[in-house]
């Protein structure tokens, strides 16, 4: 009778949500929730998942980007004036009128 060794999966599930939440807020400009979520997930896929590093880091990488995104454009709305025209619901000081 042969036996065979037990067989362990090394789950890739954060690794690869890490990546895709990445790509999507990145691409999509989702709300920044995702990509803080994709942060999270892509950190600790680095320690619980070593088949899904690249993964996990490419997740990473793509979620700070969106996350600087959003500071950088939330930093222009501020400094421009923009986002308070918005707010106030002056829509017609916004588009010139």
């Avoid at 690869?16 to 939440?21: D, G, K, P």
């Avoid at 899904?52 to 709305?77: F, P, T, Y």
């Amino acid at each position: 009778m042969t036996t065979y060794g037990t067989i362990t999966h090394h789950g890739t599930g954060k690794g690869t949500a890490s990546l895709v939440l990445g790509i999507c807020s990145l691409l999509a400009g989702w709300v920044l929730i995702a990509p803080v979520i994709g942060l999270i997930l892509g950190i600790t896929s680095l320690g619980n998942e070593p088949d899904a590093r690249g993964r996990a880091g490419w997740g990473i990488v793509l979620s700070v980007l969106a996350m600087v995104g959003w500071i950088i454009a939330l930093a222009l709305l501020a400094v421009t004036g923009v986002g308070l025209t918005f707010l106030n619901g002056d829509l017609g000081a916004l588009l010139g009128g």
